[in-house]
């Protein structure tokens, strides 16, 4: 009897000390072990990263925004961050580079799908090409004023006492010797073409110097060895004559360099934005089409192709 008691199962009581401080310790370890995070925000987390990094923008200007008609297109066979661009930075690429950026892509050098659309709208082209031409013109003019005014405080500065001002006050010339800005601006106009002439020849001179033609080789030297230097004038009055004699052969010489620099400049201004202007509306005739990544070889009338090959576009 006394056996089979002590082999009678014993069941543990909750007032057991031993039970009781396991079960406490396993009660406080789960009240004390952190939150895991979900699995679900972590996915989310990194899904909105992978959206974040991979977003589309524009390989010119670096943004992803774009408005109605401006949208983001994918013209040619460039991948990646590369891929896409905005019709306006696109179009405004190809008027302003030169070479084939008009047709081809500059940098997988793959040819755009051109679109040709009808282009009317001549009247704002034109008066905007006005007002640029004269714009860089104006600035063109004014850098010289700048330059003329600068010589002229110059003068200004080193006359301050204004006896070389007042020495011209006996003759014609008395008007100017009475108002010092309108004198002093007169001879910065003077001191400027005597520099324009003088630097003017020296150019003029190195060109000839140059130029390796055997039946130019008589005038290589045509700015050296004139031997003024070796007649010395016999008086003061002799020297300011010789001066005067240089100062205005030099300010001929600069109106006439003067006037050739006016007019390259102008021709130059001219040309570069009817060139760019012309390049511009052909953005808005010739239109780039989005591929959408599936490049595939493209296709333009022969009409077309022959005259963008004329304009060295294609």
């Not at 696109?90 to 892509?105: M, P």
């Not at 301050?160 to 003759?171: C, E, L, T």
């Not at 016999?234 to 001929?252: D, G, N, P, R, Y």
């Not at 333009?300 to 004329?310: A, G, I, S």
């Amino acid at each position: 009897m006394d056996r089979n008691n002590e082999l009678e199962e014993v069941v543990p009581n909750d007032s057991d000390p031993l039970i009781g401080r396991d079960n406490r310790e396993s009660e406080s370890s789960v009240e004390m072990s952190p939150p895991q995070p979900a699995t679900v925000n972590l996915l989310e987390i990194e899904d909105e990263e992978t959206d974040g990094s991979s977003a589309a923008c524009c390989r010119i200007c670096l943004e992803a925004e774009s408005e109605i008609g401006d949208e983001l297109i994918s013209p040619c066979m460039c991948k990646g961050t590369q891929q896409f661009v905005h019709r306006s930075c696109l179009d405004h690429w190809r008027s302003v580079k030169e070479g084939f950026a008009f047709s081809h892509c500059t940098t997988c050098k793959a040819q755009f799908h051109l679109r040709v659309e009808t282009w009317e709208d001549n009247s704002w082209r034109k008066m905007k090409f006005r007002i640029l031409v004269a714009r860089d013109v104006l600035l063109v003019f004014l850098a010289v004023q700048l330059t003329i005014a600068i010589i002229g405080a110059i003068a200004y500065f080193l006359d301050r006492d204004g006896s070389f001002r007042n020495s011209f006050s006996d003759g014609w010339d008395r008007f100017l010797s009475k108002h010092p800005i309108p004198f002093y601006y007169c001879i910065g106009v003077v001191i400027f073409f005597v520099l324009l002439g003088f630097f003017g020849l020296i150019v003029h001179c190195s060109s000839f110097n140059d130029n390796q033609d055997p039946c130019l080789a008589g005038c290589r030297n045509c700015c050296y060895g004139w031997g003024i230097l070796d007649c010395l004038p016999a008086s003061l009055e002799a020297c300011f004559a010789l001066v005067l004699v240089f100062v205005v052969v030099f300010a001929i010489l600069g109106i006439a360099y003067g006037f050739l620099a006016a007019t390259m400049a102008v021709q130059r201004i001219w040309q570069r934005h009817y060139h760019i202007l012309t390049k511009r509306e052909l953005t808005k005739e010739y239109v780039v089409e989005d591929l959408h990544g599936n490049y595939t070889a493209p296709k333009l009338d022969p009409e077309h192709e022959e005259r963008l090959k004329m304009l060295k576009l294609l």
